[in-house]
């Protein structure tokens, strides 16, 4: 979904306060009738005018005839919902508030259940803005007849996209304190999360390496290191690993010791160092605990993804069997190990959110990037993750307004 910035610099206070009523309203109204947007925002005059603008700025949408006023509509309970667009302007706003945004730029990124941009902060540094999108997709994949995913009330992707970049948030930061290598976590509000903008490709746009046996140890191991933190990233794969170029590090030969061949050679040394690949991990709505009930599934499939891609892509196969599950399991044994999945429980991401968030994300048929890649033709994309890739059954917000109007009719 584009992310349309225009309407940001002329939006008044009162603009601001009226679509901050539309979405406190919206957590608990499928339809927020139009008195109630006035009596939370508290304007007196010119709610009209405010919510003219919004709605001309597709930020919030009329809906007519509201269900539970079927019988005795009247021209005045017609209401008004959040659309993404409005929620997306509100994280926006606040990012800008905050200083953590200052612009807009290219969109670098279009998951299923996601849109990337690139950003700046006010002093012009380069970050990602992720917004969540739980539920933009084909609602034909619905595999439960749950109350909230029939009604497809606005409360529940807004609160559920919430979900998501709060618990990729939690992790990002939690990982990172541990020294995994991940993007720097800057911000979350609302659905959005701003991180570090990492100068590299998905493995998957990677034909050749050097070393793959070098790289599979590498990500082997942090699979491993993951585990013995006590968590499984459940969707690691070539989408989800970008690989940063890193000059190798400079070895501190004093010159007496060179031998005679580098004391020739500095220059080009210097012109050609050894380029050492370091892979960065992304994408964290799919995390789960190491005692999650199906934790072996999970771990199995992050080992037997990254081995497939490394079979087809690089014609790499390991000599070692596993890693396993057991062993892995068997790294949180015994006294003092630090359990991340633990910690952010504690620390924002409480273990009832995560169960909401997992059983809406099972219901509405959410699972992950390794479906692309058990999906597509393996050599032939090369591009996924990127603007214009975007899986066939994305639907438009237009369409899902229509569906969504149409329960109300
Ligand atoms: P999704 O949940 O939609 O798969 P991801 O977090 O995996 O979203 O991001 C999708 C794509 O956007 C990635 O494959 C990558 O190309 C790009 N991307 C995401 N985060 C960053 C980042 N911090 N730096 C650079 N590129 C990124
Ligand atoms: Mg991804």
Redesign the pocket.
């Known amino acids: 979904m584009k992310l349309d910035t225009k309407a940001l610099r002329y939006l008044t206070n009162d603009d601001w306060r009226v679509l901050t009523a539309v979405e406190t309203g919206s957590r608990n109204h499928e339809v927020v009738p139009t008195s109630l947007i006035g009596s939370i925002s508290g304007s007196k005059g010119g709610l009209q005018r405010c919510i003219s603008t919004l709605a001309k700025a597709n930020l919030i949408a009329k809906v007519k005839n509201a269900k539970s006023n079927l019988h005795r509509a009247k021209k005045k309970d017609d209401g008004y919902r959040l659309t993404y667009g409005g929620l997306d302007y509100l994280a926006l706003h606040a990012h800008q508030k905050h200083a953590t945004v200052y612009s807009v730029g290219n969109q ?2 279009v ?4 849109d ?1 941009f690139v950003v700046a902060d006010p002093a012009g540094k380069q970050l ?1 803005l ?1 917004i969540h999108r739980l539920g933009r997709i084909s609602f034909r994949t619905v595999k439960s007849n749950r109350d909230y995913l029939r009604k497809r009330s606005s409360g529940s992707w807004m609160y559920m996209s919430r979900l998501a970049a709060v618990k990729e948030f939690t992790f990002m930061k939690a990982l990172a304190g541990q020294g995994l290598p991940v ?1 720097e976590a800057v911000a979350q509000n609302r659905h959005t999360i701003v ?4 100068d ?1 490709f ?1 493995l998957r746009q990677i034909s050749e390496v050097p070393d793959p046996a070098r790289l599979y140890a590498e990500l082997m191991e942090m699979i491993l290191r993951l585990a013995g933190l006590g968590l499984i990233h459940g969707d690691f794969n070539e ?2 690993i ?1 690989i940063k170029e890193e000059k190798e590090e400079e070895r501190e030969v004093p010159a007496a010791d060179r031998t005679d061949a580098e004391q020739q050679q500095p220059q080009q040394q210097q012109q050609n160092p050894p380029i050492k690949l370091v892979p960065i991990l ?2 964290f ?1 799919q995390m789960v605990s190491i005692d999650h009930p199906n934790a072996d599934f999970y771990f199995d499939r992050d080992v037997s993804c990254i081995k497939r891609f490394f079979e087809r892509r690089f014609h790499f196969r390991s000599d070692e069997p596993g890693p396993h599950f057991a062993e892995a399991k068997a790294q949180l044994r015994g006294g003092d190990v630090k359990r991340l999945d633990v910690e952010v429980e504690a620390s924002g991401f409480s273990r009832k959110m995560a169960r909401e968030l997992e059983a809406y994300m099972q219901d509405v048929g959410v699972d992950g ?1 390794h479906q692309d890649v058990t999906n597509e033709e393996e050599e032939g994309g090369g591009g ?3 603007v214009g890739s975007g899986p066939e059954e994305l639907e438009d917000e237009d369409e899902d307004e229509d569906a969504l109007d149409k329960t109300h009719s």
Do not use: H, T
Not at 195 to 198: R, W
């Open positions: 670098i990124g998951g299923k259940e996601s990337i990602v992720k993007p991180m570090g903008l990492v590299a998905p989408f989800n970008l992304i994408d709505p990037d996924g993750g990127s």
